[in-house]
Structure formats: C-alpha cells, structure tokens
C-alpha cells in the first residue's frame, strides 16, 4: 500500500447535551500511513479521544456525524452496525485508558481471548487458546497465567494482556487511548519499550492518544495537535519540538519538565466552552500574540514546509 491505511476528512463530530451540541471534532483531516506511528496531543477536551471513538464508530446515539473515515480505501461510516462490528478488534483494535474497567472480573484471561476471536474467526476453543498463550508471551506474561482472572493481575500486567489482546487479531491499525495515564513512571517505561517492539516486530500503524508530550517524542513518527476540537498543527515530530508554529504547541512544549527545568510553565487560561467557541481562531483568548484577525477569522490549517501544517495566521513568523 503506497496511500494512507487511514484517511480521516472534514470530521465534525457534535455531541447532543441539554444545553445544545457540543461541537467535540471540527473539520478533522488527517491521514495514517502503513507502518507509521501517529500521536495525537492535547489538553483534557479538546477531542483526542473523541477522534478514537469516531474511527472505532463507537460514539454515542444521538451524536452527529459528517464527514469520511477510510480504512485502507472502505468508507467505515457508511458501514451498517454489524459490519461495523466485524471490523473490530479485526482491523482496528483499541487500547483503553484503564484496563481493569474493561476486563471482565469473572472472566478469566483465557476466557476474554477466546471470546474476541471466535467471534471473528471461525476456529475450535483448543486453537483459539494457543493463539492466546502466544499473544501473551509475547507481551512477557507466562503461558500459566492465562487461568487468572484481571484481579490477579498488577495494573501494568493488565495492560499488556490488553495490548496482547488488541495484537492477537493482527489488525492494521492500533489505537491506543492514554495507554499509560494510570500506570507509575516505571510500569509506563516498560509500556513505551514494548510500543517500540511493537514498531520492529508488527507490520501495524499506530494511533497514540496522550497528554505526554514526552512518551509522543519517544514512541511516535508524526505528531497532530488537536485544541478545542480543531487540528491547529502537524508534521513530524523533529518538525513539531524544534519549530512549533502554533502558539499553543509552544505552550505545550513549555510545560515539560525534563532535567534542567527550574520553573514551571503553564498556559494561562482554560480550553473554551465547545457548545459557544470563541470567533475566529479558538485559542485567541489565550495567546499572548493574538491579534485583531484572529478574533475576525478563523486561520485555515496551511503547509508552512514540507509536511508541517498548522492553523495560525503568523505561523511563518516562527519558521
């Protein structure tokens, strides 16, 4: 495949509230290609894992939808329910933020594998279970351990049952949501190495939902920054940490610690209300270089080099 695996294009995702919609993705457009490892990077809200859900089609009734969501040439929101299911876990497999809400406590490991692949493959319970014990040795867990239930299990142990999981299938596309949030720091870095065998050993792309712009610079290839539904910049991840174009990327940027930080860096301010956004350029309220245009209109999202896009009118200016 020479194209995309993944084309999204002109998304808009409104969510049904009392108060009116809440307009969570707002013209999303960006392509995953095979093999390649995106991160999406945001604050909490601003619509990362609301593009998950979107791909995975499991967003709530009610929800509006428009747009195109093309797994390897198939329009998956043209799709009826029961198609939708069968490509699944089959192509597209998801990675959850907490495993332990998402394993069942009176299912045992064997159980849960055995369930997700006879309901999309035809096979006996016998092949069904040791494709299971390879997926899990594969993730450094022992085959004896398939018995146990998730309780068993520390929260980085469940993790990679997840992870082994979503591979057992060999779907093409991963998506993984805030994969390690819940995990400490050491349990996380072990997450990251097996992400990174996953890249050398799996023929797969993957999509990194995260608020840690350090694990994007660790584990990811491009990076696309979402804020307040919109995508305000992408490219790779050299382009995106060495020459942030978009005000709120630097932002973000400037909130990582590493080694030589001495003060912490914040961005002034709270994401906007997505039921009543801002005129023109959502994070004007915000920015400390906002000026009367961006209030007037709102930036479209602009190829400043190669590969490296992102919505501000001024983005030249800190090429």
């Known amino acids: 495949m020479t194209g995309p695996l993944l084309r999204v294009q002109d998304l808009y995702v409104h969510y049904s509230t009392r108060r009116g919609y809440v307009r969570a993705l707002e013209g999303i457009t960006l392509d995953v290609y095979p093999s390649e490892t995106l991160g999406i990077v945001g604050e909490t809200g601003c619509g990362k894992s609301t593009l998950g859900k979107a791909i995975l089609g499991i967003l709530p009734p009610r929800t509006r939808v428009s747009g195109q969501i093309l797994l390897a040439g198939v329009e998956l929101t043209k799709l009826r329910r029961e198609e939708y299911r069968m490509i699944r876990g089959k192509d597209i497999a998801l990675i959850f933020q907490d495993p332990m809400t998402r394993l069942n406590p009176l299912m045992t490991i064997e159980d849960h ?164 956004p801002p005129e023109g350029c959502h994070f004007h309220p915000r920015c400390q270089f906002a000026q009367p245009i961006c209030v007037e209109k709102d930036p479209p999202l602009e190829e400043f080099e190669p590969g490296h896009f992102a919505a501000c009118h001024f983005g030249d200016k800190f090429l």
Do not use: W
Request: charged share 25%; hydrophobic share 40%; net charge negative.
């Open 113 to 276: 594998f055995i369930e997700e692949i006879q309901s999309h493959e035809n096979v006996s319970k016998n092949m069904a279970r040791e494709r299971a014990r390879e997926a899990l040795v594969s993730m450094g867990i022992h085959e004896s351990r398939i018995k146990n239930y998730p309780h068993e299990f520390s929260g980085g142990m469940r993790q990679r049952i997840m992870i082994a999981m979503a591979l057992v299938l060999k779907p093409s596309l991963l998506i993984a949501d805030e994969p390690t949030t819940s995990l400490d720091v050491i349990v996380e870095s072990q997450i990251l190495e097996v992400f990174h065998d996953l890249k050398r050993g799996y023929k797969m792309s993957l999509l990194l939902i995260t608020h840690n712009m350090g694990t994007v610079a660790e584990v990811c290839d491009r990076v696309a920054v979402l804020y307040a539904g919109r995508l305000v910049e992408i490219g790779s991840v050299k382009q995106v940490f060495h020459k942030p174009l978009h005000p709120y990327t630097q932002g973000l940027l400037a909130s990582i610690i590493h080694l030589e930080t001495k003060e912490l860096h914040s961005i002034e301010g709270s994401p906007p209300d997505l039921i009543s």
